[in-house]
Structures are given as structure tokens and as C-alpha cells.
């Protein structure tokens, strides 16, 4: 799977906490293994953000993404989950 970052999420990325960007790598790390692991909780979302997907970063933190094609994601935010879904 090709993993490419969208310029929102990397603005983003940069000024989140080291502690999150750290996680984050470690979450990217099980993403890249396995789509579905459980520590991500990998989840469509719906509303106005139907057709993103969702994965835990920390308690907070989560990172939005979408299919751009069946072999290729884009993260496009990375936020905490209050800012994410107001």
C-alpha cells in the first residue's frame, strides 16, 4: 500500500506535540502492516467527513484519511478528535 500526505496534514503534523508525532510513527508503522489493526481502531466516518477513514494517534489525537485509488491512502488531517469533528 502507498501511504502519501496531503499538504493540510503535513502543516498539521508540524505543529503537533513531539509526543504525537512520535505515536503517530509508531501507528503508521502498524498501519503499514496491517490496515485493521485493533490499536488503531480503523473506522469510516460518516456525516460530512463520509468517505474519510479514521485512525486513533493517541487517547486524543486522530489522523483522517482517504483511498485515493485501491492501492494508495492519503492522510489529509491529524488533529484532536474535538477539532476534528466539531
Known sequence: MK??????????YKNALSKVKCQFEK????????LFHPLLNNH???GN???????????DWCAIY???DKNTVVF????THS????
Open 76 to 79: 489529509i488531517d491529524i488533529d
Open 27 to 34: 501507528r503508521l508503522s502498524f498501519f503499514e502492516k496491517e
Open 66 to 68: 482517504i483511498f485515493k
Open 49 to 59: 467527513k463520509k468517505g474519510q477513514w479514521s485512525i486513533n494517534v493517541t487517547g
Open 3 to 12: 501511504i502519501e500526505f496531503h499538504r493540510h496534514f503535513i502543516k498539521c
Open 83 to 86: 477539532n476534528l469533528y466539531q
Open 44 to 46: 469510516l466516518l460518516s
